[in-house]
């Protein structure tokens, strides 16, 4: 069995925003490491167990790490949020492109049938109202990506 282009763009985005829920797991983790980290060192000053100088940078480099991995994670969502567009707009396509098939198969039957003529209506309908979001959706890409190229260009 072939697979689809959409298909196989559908099976490459799933595996990608796999792979970005355990990175943002891991962000979430080192977040909270860091996090922890800090709350903990004032403490062993406190009480003696470390230097007030070596506290203070620990802190520093920590609270440098924890913005980068807050970055990163804000950055990371940007692309997850991307990447689960991309995939809901293809799988609407995908949906548009199966009742369009169903459609056509139940207009060459022929049928007069009330049941039939309903569920065509109901496909047609179905097909005009997710072509306009599924269109929708790839023009606000296409103008994202037309914007971005021609930003890219100007600074150039």
């Known amino acids: 069995m072939a697979i689809s282009q959409l298909e196989q763009a559908m099976a490459t985005l799933r595996l990608g925003l796999a792979e970005m829920r355990a990175k ?3 962000m979430d983790a080192l977040v ?6 800090l709350r903990r060192l004032p403490r062993q000053v406190v ?13 520093g480099e920590i609270e440098e790490r924890l913005e980068d991995a807050i970055s ?8 997850k949020d991307t990447a689960t567009q991309e995939l809901e707009a293809l799988q609407l396509l995908k949906r548009v492109d199966e009742a369009r098939s ?8 022929n049928s007069a049938d009330e049941e039939v003529q309903a569920e065509i209506r109901q496909l047609e309908d179905f097909i ?5 979001q599924a269109e929708q959706a790839i023009t606000e890409r296409f103008k994202e990506r037309t ?5 890219d260009r100007a600074s150039s």
């Open 147 to 151: 914007e971005r190229t021609n930003g």
């Open 72 to 79: 990163n994670r804000r950055r990371l969502l940007a692309i």
């Open 32 to 37: 909270n490491q860091f996090q922890t980290q």
């Open 24 to 26: 943002e797991d891991h």
């Open 128 to 132: 005009a109202a997710n072509s306009r």
């Open 102 to 109: 169903k459609l056509a198969s139940l207009k060459n039957g």
């Open 47 to 59: 009480y003696g167990q470390t230097s007030l100088e070596s506290s203070l940078t620990a802190m």
